[in-house]
């Protein structure tokens, strides 16, 4: 007799990982051959929404870490394995920050704390281990950490973000090879535990997402529990789900009633009508009809901002800039921040928002060299409009004073405005311009952010940064920079500032051979400051003349040939600019 062959049909695992150099770990893994792996990256609510996404294409099985693994199982009904953390993740993270020179914290769950305190312990590491048993204890020990002066934080992802949200550098805990290859172990002898209940689910969710209109349902306390995908894409990503503004709205609307919305910020109105849902008293479905975007322009761009900004490095300079943050977040008044581009002219006054705002309110960014001076109408309406946050102005040097001026009568009283400069360090009096515009303000404040060729004592600080960003996002294992190589990046001139040392890093660490960029990786930069060859847009001295005639040209152009208007902009004097123009 013939048997018929049994084909089973592989089991889908996916992988969604909170940081991307987790993904690079498990591409490296041989998978099972019964298993079809796919990877993602997602952390928390991303992962959230990935893993929701997951259960739908009839996936199995989601392996994730941490917060994100937490979050998930909450969320959808098919199995969740979490990556544990093993030892050597603890030995390896712990060696990289070896030698730090400031106060270092490790906080963390107790399988990872007493863990840590065993190695810490062999191998005399000074890191002070703090346990904690639930992820509402971190905002709290974060607080006594950042006041006992600690700059360091090891932690998950959760952690790691607190972290910087309170001003700390935040160290993600990454996860190696074994603890991924444990983590499949696990999910193999799971996969019997769902397959009855994913059938009815698939069913209904994608006949919820199927409907065209925005649909979502509230809890009694009108908070909203679930939602189409339909409703993700113009209610929630668009930022009006998580304002207090959208929820008191839904608390003033009755059962089966309809009512118009309007959102001022986002130019966006819509009309939602709600519904009861059968044998449920305490949900109510609401359902969004004639979802429409008003007119906008491009050079007004919103952003939350969800976390405080890191001002990087211990130098003088450093420790002024962060001085002035604290004290004009404390302070009202219009402040100008007048610098080289890539100084950090635009993370300084973010600092300055989440210091004064937190993430309650947005930053509306404006760049000005997109704007004329034939849509000031709607530039001022668009002005009135915003009532809360921060405006920053960009590229304010690129219009009149006379302009500026205009503008900034239409600023709410209850916005924090700032104006900002770019310097050109190929130019004399580089402060010029601003200082013409700052005569039109009354009561402006400056901060002046110097370039990063003066900073060159935050230079191990930044390439630190960027070396825990890279590992992370990379999966690469690169500890520091030795000395000598430092010295060779202190003796550059960059031009380019803070953007080009992320570049050069980021280039550099693909071919690093070792733990720690050596001087042989940055021989290709010892080239003599004074010879301008060692940064790719440094301006050789003898076409200076030719770039600043070229310059006032085109600001004469820009000012229909008026020299005085000319004079005032380049922050010089009409016999000065007569005498540049015939030379």
């Known amino acids: 007799m013939q048997h018929k062959r049994v084909v089973r049909m592989k089991k889908k695992v996916m992988f969604i990982s909170p940081y991307r150099g987790l993904v690079n770990i498990i591409n490296s893994i041989e998978m099972p051959a019964e298993l079809d792996v796919s990877v993602e990256v997602g952390n928390l609510n991303e992962g959230v929404e990935l893993a929701i996404e997951a259960e739908k294409k009839g996936y199995d099985l989601i392996i994730s870490r941490g917060g994100t693994a937490s979050q998930i199982e909450e969320i959808v009904s098919i199995p969740v394995i979490h990556i544990e953390i093993t030892g050597y993740d603890i030995l390896r993270i712990i060696a990289m920050i070896t030698g730090v020179d400031t106060k270092v914290a490790l906080v963390g769950f107790p399988n990872i ?10 191998l005399e590491y000074d890191v002070n281990l703090i346990t904690i048993n ?74 919820f997402d199927s409907m065209p209109l925005p649909t979502a349902v509230l809890n009694n306390n009108k908070h909203i529990i679930y939602h189409n995908k339909s409703f993700l894409e113009k209610v929630v990503q668009s930022g009006i789900a998580s304002k207090n503004q959208f929820y008191e709205f839904l608390n003033n609307i009755d059962e089966n009633e309809e009512k118009f919305y309007f959102d001022e910020e986002n130019l966006i109105n819509f009309t939602l009508k709600t519904f009861s849902i059968e044998n449920s008293k305490d ?29 990087i490095g211990n130098s003088d300079s450093a420790i002024k800039i962060k001085k002035l943050i604290d004290f004009y977040s404390k302070n009202e008044g219009i402040i100008s921040i007048i610098g080289e581009k890539g100084t950090g002219k635009k993370t300084v006054a973010k600092a300055i928002h989440f210091r004064k705002f937190g993430s309650e309110h947005p930053i509306y960014f404006i760049d000005l060299i997109k704007i004329s001076e034939d849509m000031i109408d709607y530039i001022k309406y668009s002005f009135k409009r915003i009532l809360q946050g921060s405006i920053i102005l960009e590229n304010t040097e690129k219009i009149s004073p006379i302009f500026l001026n205009e503008l900034l009568k239409n600023v709410n009283k209850k916005v924090q405005l700032f104006i900002l400069f770019n310097s050109m360090n190929h130019l004399e009096n580089t402060d ?13 404040r400056s901060i002046h952010l110097p370039p990063l060729r003066n900073r060159t004592d935050d230079l191990k600080y930044f390439v630190n940064y960027y070396l825990s960003n890279l590992n992370a996002e990379k999966g690469l294992e690169i500890l520091g920079i030795k000395k000598e190589a430092l010295e060779i990046l202190q003796q550059c001139f960059w031009s380019g500032n803070i953007p080009q040392l992320k570049l050069l890093i980021n280039e550099i660490s693909l071919f690093v051979q070792n733990h720690y960029i050596e001087l042989n990786d940055v021989e290709f930069l010892k080239n003599p400051r004074t010879t301008g ?13 030719n770039i600043e005639k070229q310059i006032i040209e085109e600001v004469m152009e820009r000012e229909k040939g008026n020299q005085s208007k000319t004079a005032k902009v380049l922050g010089i004097n009409r016999s000065t600019l007569w005498r540049k123009l015939n030379e």
């Open 432 to 444: 010029s311009i601003a200082s013409n515009h700052l005569e039109y303000i009354k009561d402006a």
């Open 283 to 311: 949900l109510q479905g609401i359902v969004i009809k004639r979802f429409r975007y008003e007119e906008s322009h491009t050079f007004i761009h919103k952003k939350e901002i969800l976390e405080n900004p890191n001002i």
């Open 134 to 207: 639930s992820q509402t204890e971190v905002e709290e020990v974060l607080y006594h950490l950042k006041n006992e002066d600690y700059s360091v934080v090891i932690g998950d992802v959760v952690t790691v973000k607190h972290a910087k949200e309170a001003g700390l550098q935040g160290v993600l805990l990454t996860s190696g090879r074994e603890a991924v290859f444990d983590s499949l172990k696990v999910g193999l002898r799971m996969f019997e535990l769902l397959e009855n209940n994913q059938k009815n689910y698939e069913i209904t969710q994608n006949l």
């Open 533 to 545: 060859t060692n940064d790719e847009i440094t301006v050789k001295i003898d076409n200076l003349k």
């Open 113 to 122: 704390s007493e863990g840590a305190a065993t190695i810490c312990s062999i």
